[in-house]
């Protein structure tokens, strides 16, 4: 079956860095997307991979490995309105985009 | 202002009854999706449309039906609701692809009891 991990659950602190990590067994792989998602609020997109390497937008950074089925999502200088959760989701094979549970990010003053 | 309207916000159904949630985007996008999500579970796709005049089946699509009669509506029926319907449902828009970004509607809330 197909498959994405993201942590349940994580916490940080104002101001500091956090990977966030994504890790999936699909069939196939033809690209990566993180969201973002506040509470009560719609998913809105973050950044997409589909080549091996770091994407850098502004204060957010999304690294994939296709050999590894890894990804992750790097947070710095943490602010308040970053708590919310992260979506990790896989195109796979048949251009079927697959969805991980979300990983719920708490930042502590 | 360009974007994805769902309604209602949310709604309280008794069991039994036909519901239809309606989702309506102005970006010309071709396609277009609905999800529910449920906690500790990922966003599922219950029913697609790649382009006006086509639907297609999701992971969860027994119990729905949509249909796509032109590009900017995409409605969602549940014929009879049961408690299990009970999510947060979001539809979604996209250029085209699967690769393409999808931007997301609001949502709507039901509580099927």
């Known amino acids: 079956g197909q498959n994405i991990d993201q942590p349940t659950e994580m916490t940080a602190t104002e101001g500091a860095i956090v990977q966030i990590n994504c890790t999936y067994q699909t069939s196939g792989f033809n690209g990566l997307f993180w969201y973002q998602q506040h509470a009560g609020e719609a998913p809105t997109f973050l950044s997409y991979?589909?080549l091996d390497g770091l994407e850098e937008k502004g204060r957010f950074s999304s690294f994939l490995s296709r050999s590894k089925g890894y990804s992750y999502l790097l947070l710095k200088e943490l602010q308040m309105k970053d708590s919310a959760s992260y979506l990790c989701a896989v195109i796979d094979s048949n251009y079927q985009l697959i969805w991980g549970a979300g990983t719920k990010l708490i930042i502590k003053p | 202002i360009a974007g994805i309207t769902q309604a209602p916000t949310s709604q309280i159904l008794a069991a039994g009854r036909r519901m239809t949630l309606r989702c309506t985007q102005d970006m010309r996008h071709n396609a277009m999706y609905w999800y529910r999500q449920d906690l500790g579970l990922g966003l599922r796709l219950i029913h697609y449309?790649?382009?006006?005049?086509?639907?297609g089946k999701g992971e969860v699509p027994d119990g729905y039906s949509v249909s796509r009669a032109n590009t900017d509506d995409f409605p969602l029926t549940l014929a009879s609701a049961v408690p299990s319907q009970t999510s947060v449902y979001f539809c979604?828009?996209?250029?085209?692809?699967?690769?393409?970004?999808?931007?997301f509607g609001p949502g709507t809330r039901l509580t099927v009891l």
């Open positions: 979604a828009s996209s250029a085209g692809t699967s690769q393409d970004t999808q931007y």
């Open positions: 449309s790649n382009t006006a005049g086509t639907t």
């Open positions: 991979n589909v």
